[in-house]
């Protein structure tokens, strides 16, 4: 089962995995978790342990049913390098995603470690599986960045959100793209725009796209509202660069 996705970055979601358990900060208000157990409650196929980590291996099929091209963000409700994901589930997800060469594949994981680990056995990473990291703040997600640098990849990315902190000093060398957003939810904590400032100068200094997705709960003037009131601008316009927009 794939879903048409509202994320401003992707097109499709694909969750041959769901569930997942909270290592770091950024977990702490985690939606895909808020989601699952409403789907628990509404009785949806694939919910029925809520958010714990369940594999579904009836949805590896999915994308192999779909000839038209299209962006599919690969686990939004989890996170394939989970430490209870087998590596042998893992190489059956990413046979999928290399057997869909029409299809490009969004993979995020805030295990960074594990996945350079994954890839340093030498699995291959398919060429239209573009790697990604979260970094939300110094300690837990700065780090991340060196992990995901080892992975040969033709895109990497990071996702900045939630942010929650000035992450400080950036080296964005092999990084090809940066997405950067606040936190939303009833109990989302407030971003500065200082610190989106901070990371959009980097991108721009270092040559690698940036791409602004939401102010979240809290508007660029420190007053919590919904997250569509508050918009996605900065400096007065969006940010909607792609990795192909932008010269590595």
């Known amino acids: 089962m794939t879903t048409i996705s ?5 097109e499709q979601t694909w969750n041959p995995v769901v569930g997942c358990t909270k290592i770091s900060p950024g977990c702490k208000n985690c939606y895909a978790e808020t989601m699952a157990r409403r789907l628990k ?18 949805r ?3 994308p192999l049913k779909r000839s038209k091209p299209t962006t599919y963000f690969l686990n939004s409700m989890s ?18 995603v290399a057997r869909t060469p029409q299809h ?9 470690e594990r996945m350079a680990h994954y890839f340093a056995q030498g699995h291959a990473v398919p ?26 990849a033709r895109i990497r990315f990071l996702s900045v959100e939630p942010l ?24 989302a904590r407030p971003m500065d725009p200082a610190w989106v400032e901070n990371v959009r100068r980097q991108c721009e200094a270092q040559r690698v796209a940036f791409f602004f ?12 509202r919904s997250k569509h009131a508050n918009g996605r601008e900065l400096l007065g316009r969006t940010w909607d660069e792609m990795p192909a927009t932008v010269a590595a």
């Open 6 to 10: 509202r994320i401003e970055w992707t």
């Open 213 to 224: 997705k939401q102010w979240g709960g809290w508007g660029a003037d420190g007053k919590k």
């Open 164 to 187: 929650l902190e000035d992450v400080g000093e950036l080296d964005l060398t092999d990084i090809h793209w940066v997405i950067v957003g606040g936190e939303s939810g009833a109990k």
């Open 60 to 62: 590896l099929g999915d």
């Open 41 to 58: 409650a509404m009785g949806a196929p694939g919910y029925e342990n809520g958010f714990r980590l369940t594999l579904l291996p009836n």
């Open 79 to 96: 996170d394939l390098f989970h430490e209870k994901v087998p590596d042998e589930y893992i190489g059956q997800v990413l046979d999928v």
């Open 127 to 152: 060429p239209n599986a573009w790697m990604g990291v979260s970094v939300e703040n110094r300690k837990h997600g700065v780090p991340r960045i060196d992990h995901l640098r080892k992975v040969p």
């Open 104 to 112: 490009t594949y969004q993979i995020l994981t805030k295990r960074a």
